[in-house]
């Protein structure tokens, strides 16, 4: 496409021109792939895409044993670092474990390393000319933001999915431990839909801020397993609905891909363990909802339309902004659409990549940040 100077002043955030698949394609140094399975898997077919090559593999030291991953050895950094001077590190996993996050970080100040940014769920890349051809939805979101910090993380954010540089990702990275005091203010009367209550971790925290006080917790889990540890987590928890069904814009069933941990989701294609289950509007459940968290694998925004009712009373939103590389501009504005008087705030929780990238929304009423 053709990028105009209209809009390259508009998006004046973003200083990233070069897409990391287009820089690593260019690059004359070896590129290894650190970590293996699903996120190994869809870089690897970009790289077909891009005819980008692949020098081998290398695990963490407690992973390697001598086995093979697409034909390649996988070896420990060290053996490769004996072996060759420089090189180039992708990475093909996800890390929010701060031992982890510290040992990726110390590997970047050794290599050139990278964290390409490849969709959760769903397809398309996004590169610098994806951002040309959003370029009026990221700019009015940017422009849409609540403080100078939601800005920063959005330019910051955008700037490393385009790049893949880490660099970015830490200059915004935000303690949780703040998120329930400068943005997110509960009260001991909440009302509060947990959509994608995961093993009831989410759950269990909210419990704890209030301090055991609030109206009552519905809580929306699909997955079998998931649902089993949510129903123990919770055993003897008060005031609390438990559903074995998805976060959807209309009560019906959707087929639903049941593979355990973070990675099940709702699936219009051939899967592992496919069935069906219910699906469910957050409106169906509460008529009254103060506080919403939803985390749905890809299905934000059916969700946001299933909680349409809840979000124009001023019902409290977290959001995750990170499963489909669309999120990050479509959710906010959708939020907008539904309720233009929230306001959006966007932080990033230790993660690399961007996977802990949410979208937080207060009424004006609630919050004290300018």
């Not at 070896?30 to 593999?57: Q, S």
């Not at 001598?66 to 090189?87: M, P």
């Not at 947990?194 to 009831?200: E, H, K, R, S």
Request: some cysteine.
């Amino acid at each position: 496409m053709m990028i105009s100077w209209e809009m390259t002043a508009m998006l004046d955030f973003i200083k990233e021109k070069t897409d990391c698949w287009e820089f690593l394609r260019s690059t004359e140094l070896p590129i290894f792939i650190y970590g293996m399975g699903d996120g190994a898997e869809k870089i690897l077919r970009v790289f077909d895409m891009y005819n980008i090559p692949t020098a081998g593999f290398f695990a963490s030291d407690e992973f390697v044993r001598g086995h093979y991953f697409k034909g390649h050895l996988v070896h420990s950094l060290s053996q490769i670092e004996a072996l060759i001077d420089d090189f180039i590190i992708v990475l093909a996993f996800g890390a929010g474990y701060e031992s982890l996050y510290n040992r990726i970080n110390d590997m970047a100040k050794r290599h050139t390393l990278l964290a390409p940014d490849v969709p959760v769920v769903g397809d398309g890349l996004f590169t610098y000319s994806y951002c040309m051809e959003n370029a009026d939805k990221l700019q009015k979101v940017y422009d849409l933001l609540a403080d100078d910090i939601s800005k920063q993380t959005f330019a910051d954010v955008v700037n490393f999915r385009i790049s893949g540089k880490i660099e970015y990702l830490n200059a915004c990275t935000f303690p949780r431990e703040r998120i329930f005091t400068d943005i997110i203010r509960l009260g001991d009367d909440e009302e509060y839909i947990d959509m994608g209550a995961y093993n009831g971790d989410t759950v269990l925290e909210f419990a704890d801020i209030t301090g055991g006080k609030y109206r009552r917790i519905f809580a929306m889990e699909p997955d079998t397993r998931n649902f089993r540890k949510l129903t123990k987590s919770t055993d003897g928890m008060e005031r609390i609905d438990l559903f074995n069904a998805a976060a959807w814009s209309d009560d019906t069933a959707l087929t639903f891909s049941d593979r355990s941990g973070r990675n099940s989701k709702l699936t219009e294609g051939g899967g592992v363990k496919l069935k069906q289950v219910a699906a469910l509007r957050g409106d169906s459940l509460s008529e009254n909802a103060t506080f919403i968290k939803m985390d749905v694998e890809g299905a934000e925004r059916h969700a946001l339309e299933g909680c349409a009712r809840s979000l124009k009373n001023g019902s409290k939103l977290i959001c995750a902004l990170y499963h489909r590389t669309e999120d990050i501009f479509d959710l906010p504005l959708l939020v907008h659409e539904i309720n233009p008087d929230l306001k959006l705030y966007i932080r990033h929780l230790m993660y690399i990549p961007a996977w802990e990238t949410n979208l937080y929304c207060v009424p004006n009423t609630n919050n004290h940040l300018t």
